[in-house]
């Protein structure tokens, strides 16, 4: 229930749906007063839901940054979260728009800093089908020469919640000892972190896939950018369960 909940939260968080739905009314109601509020906040919402500069100041706030590595050491594991690859209409996998997580996570085992790479990612759909991402990204680890002994997947996590609680069971059964570095995008991490700890995972964090840039008050900042109006959505839906998590005592 609780996945089905989230999948229509998702739908819910997304700000072009508001806009449409206030201008819509607009066009539609034949009371002035009612026409001309829903066309002033219909406006107003896409330039602050647009404009980059709203989103990048929310971003420097939110956004955790990578934790700096002590100096020579490695540690046992690298989790890195799914949802950097998608299904493709003949049910196989591709890389998306969060490769960066894939990226950094093998950077960090080549680079001597973890000893295993973790991967945890199931099927997220709402009715899944044969794909798994876990499975997916171990083929193409297999493509990189990265040795089986060096890869552990979870293929069943449809959520974050799944993730750390899958996750733990894993790297318990592997006997693996924490700390362990969480690769996952810099808008996640936050609430990420949140739900791992609640599971009493002892993480890293080492942001990557950043999204948002930096405030620099240019004239472009305030200029709409359509990019900008999907990005919203991912964050809005990571502080509200950042939040929900907070209500309930679980970060």
Partial sequence: MFFILS???????????YIFVLLLIAVLSKKTRLKRRCLIWGIALFWIFSAPL????LARAWDIAPAKLQPGKTYSAAIILGGFTSEDKRGRGVFNWAADRFIQGVL???????????????????????????????????????PDSCILIENQARNTLENASLTKALLLKNKQQGPYLLVTSAFHMRRAIQ?????????????????????????????????????????????????????LGKG
């Fill in 7 to 17: 999948k229509v939260l998702s739908f819910l968080l997304l700000p072009v749906l």
């Fill in 54 to 57: 709203f989103l990048n100041l």
């Fill in 108 to 146: 960090l085992q080549r680079n001597g800093k973890a000893k295993k790479i973790v991967i945890s990612g199931g099927n997220s759909k709402l009715v899944p089908g044969a794909f798994r991402e876990a499975d997916f990204v171990f083929q193409q680890l297999r493509v990189l020469q990265i």
């Fill in 195 to 247: 739900i791992f700890k609640s599971q009493h995972v002892d993480v890293i964090p080492y942001s990557c896939n950043v999204i948002a840039g930096d405030v620099q008050w240019s004239f472009f900042e305030f200029m709409p950018n359509a990019e900008i109006l999907n990005r919203w959505s991912l964050y809005l839906k990571e502080i509200i369960g950042f939040t929900v998590n907070w209500v």
